[in-house]
Structures are given as C-alpha cells and as structure tokens.
C-alpha cells in the first residue's frame, strides 16, 4: 500500500518508472540490477515483439544506460513470454513484471536478474502491487494528456496573441524556453519551472482587447495610449483569473506581473522584489 501511494504522487514518466524501480526493489528486499521497459499492446497482441518494438524507460546497474537494441536474446524472450502469458514471471532467478493498463495502448514490464528464490508471499505482493502500477500509470498518462492538451491550446492562443501585434516567428516558444531555464536556475523545482514552462505563452493574453491603433503603431505612444497599453496585464489576468487548473491559474499571474519589475519601476501596481 505504502508503495503504491508513493508512485501516485510522481507526476512525470521518468520519475514514475524510477519509483517503480525502486519500490519494487524495498517490496523484495533487494537491490539487483533491473529495467524498466514499454511497448504497445498492439505489438504485444501480435505474439511476438522485437528490440526495435521495446523502449526503455529506466535501468539501474548494467542496464542504467541501456539501449533497447542491445537487449540479449534471453531477456527478450523471457519478455515475450510475459506478454503472451499475461502475467508475472519467475524463471531461472529473474523476475519479469507484467504491468498492462487497463484503457491505454501501452503495457510496462520490469525485469530483474539475480535473483535468489523469493517466498510465495512475495510472489504474491508483486502480483498486487503489478495491479495497483497499471492503475498508476493510466492515470498518469491521462493527466499528462490532459496538462499536454492545454499547453498546446495555451501555445498556438500564444501564437495568435503575437502574430497579431507582429512579434517574430516562434518568439512564445523561445521565451518559454528561456523562462524553464531561468526558473531553474532561480532555484525552482522542476515541476515548478515545468509549470511556467507550460503558462508562459499566455503573458499578453490581455493583447486581444488593445486597438490596432495603438498595438500596431510605429512611432511613439502619448500618455493616453500608453494608458491603454498599460491594462494589457489586467485584462489578461481577469481572463484567466477564475480557471482552478494550476497551468491557467500560473499564467494569469505570469499575465498580470510580467511587466513589474524589480526596483518597482513596472506596471500595472509598481510592486517590487519578492512581492513580484
């Protein structure tokens, strides 16, 4: 159960099939070399897959670096067999894991060598915690649809807010890239930098509701259209002030202080250092 909660809480592919790993490894007591591989279950229906149908999602020891391609022969057979018995297997000291999930194209498989024989309760263990793995990595591959769906709607309304005011080509992907890196480097966590990341493009959201007149000018604003210019952040913030998803709720924010600065020079409020 313990196990099994704590890959719940891992929100990225890569992490989850670390965790997996390890968990797998505290629930057997061991600490063997092991690998975590996917393929799709379209392939796997065919009776056979091959290393070109295998991806590798996470090794340890040996396999850490591990291509797909290099697999030996022994090992993908052993997969083979996983995949068309259904199940976990315990077979001349390795242990092959069997993790299908339930509405997704993709089935995982663990596989673990050196393995010194483990009890019936053991056997058991992973036979249930095989299960509760499928239902963890359905729902992290549908929330990853869901966070992918609404960053690629955020980056092309992006696209659409700059092409309008006649920013160069591919700038909201640019500057997203360097707002990941600049998070980073800030001290932020990766899912945290991953989250501006995702928001960023939406900045001058607020855009849609300034005039031609003054967006498109060439020379200089006066004060009057400078005003108007100046609510950009404002409008964009109450459009997506009200959404309870963490990526819309971060670019509201992003919208309405990416213009403030530092030394409290900016707009639209003038606050400064850390309250930004």
Same mark, same amino acid.
């Given at each position: 159960?313990?196990? =099994? ?5 891992? *929100? ?21 070399? =092991? ?36 697999? %030996? ?124 990341? *995702?928001?960023? %493009? ?75």
């Amino acid at each position: 159960l313990e196990a =099994t909660s704590g890959l719940f809480e891992l *929100r990225t592919l890569h992490r989850f099939a670390d965790g997996l790993l390890n968990q797998v490894a505290s629930l057997l007591n061991l600490s063997n070399e =092991t690998l975590l591989l996917t393929c799709n279950a379209i392939d796997a229906m065919s009776g056979h897959v091959d290393n070109k149908d295998i991806e590798i999602l996470a090794g340890t020891g040996r396999f850490q670096d591990c291509n797909s391609k290099a697999l %030996p022969e022994d090992i993908m057979s052993l997969l083979n067999r996983a995949l068309d018995e259904k199940r976990c297997l315990y077979e001349n000291n390795c242990f092959i894991g069997y993790f299908p999930t339930k509405s997704s194209k993709w089935i995982n498989i663990l596989y673990m060598d050196g393995l010194d024989k483990i009890s019936d309760l053991d056997k058991k263990l992973v036979d249930i915690f095989a299960i509760n793995v499928g239902v963890a990595f359905e729902n992290l591959l549908l929330n990853q649809e869901v966070e992918d769906t609404q960053s690629e709607l955020i980056l092309r309304l992006g696209d659409v807010v700059e092409s309008r005011s006649k920013e160069a080509a591919h700038h909201v992907k640019r500057m997203a890239e360097y707002c990941y890196e600049l998070a980073l480097l800030a001290g932020l966590s990766e899912r945290d930098a991953d989250l501006i990341k *995702r928001a960023s %493009p939406m900045h001058d959201v607020g855009k849609i509701a300034t005039p031609d007149s003054v967006l498109l000018k060439p020379s200089k604003l006066d004060d009057d259209e400078w005003d108007i210019m100046k609510q950009h952040p404002v409008i964009g913030h109450q459009i997506l002030a009200n959404s309870d998803r963490p990526i819309l709720k971060a670019a509201s924010i992003i919208s309405l202080q990416h213009h403030e600065k530092y030394d409290g020079s900016g707009y639209p409020h003038g606050i400064s250092g850390k309250e930004i």
